[in-house]
């Protein structure tokens, strides 16, 4: 088993900057890919980004990808989400998703989730 626990959720303004992490622990030798989704009030759960095992490869929400950074400390087992620039419309809980496999943005190939953090933006 893999657990997931991310931190660094919070409320705040209009164009402020949040760095999310995810700290893994538990099985994680034959994690590859981790991901960040998010989901919004009454929307369904929307993919941000992924990074595969080495770090090199990423992938990212095309609307999101001017704005937002995925990173990972694989000796920490953490993986971050930089957001900057952010807008009300960022407002959702963003989750930590962990898989054996490659990169994808499917949320259903991912085989560990962690239990979400909120990001409220106001205006």
């Known amino acids: 088993q893999v657990q997931l626990v991310e931190s660094g959720g919070g409320l705040v303004q209009t164009g402020a900057s949040l760095r999310l992490s995810c700290a893994a622990s538990?099985?994680?030798?034959?994690?590859?890919?981790m991901g960040w989704f998010r989901q919004a009030p009454g929307k369904e759960r929307e993919f941000v980004a992924a990074?595969?095992?080495?770090?090199?490869?990423?992938y990212y929400v095309d609307s999101l990808k001017a704005r937002f950074t995925i990173s990972r400390d694989n000796p920490k087992n953490t993986v971050y989400l930089q957001m900057n620039s952010l807008k009300p419309e960022d407002t959702a809980v963003y989750y930590c998703?962990?898989?054996?496999?490659?990169?994808?943005?499917?949320?259903?190939?991912?085989?560990?989730w962690g239990q979400g953090t909120q990001v409220t933006v106001s205006s």
């Open positions: 998703a962990a898989k054996f496999g490659m990169l994808s943005n499917s949320g259903s190939s991912y085989d560990y």
């Open positions: 990074i595969s095992r080495n770090g090199i490869s990423t």
């Open positions: 538990g099985r994680t030798f034959n994690i590859n890919a």
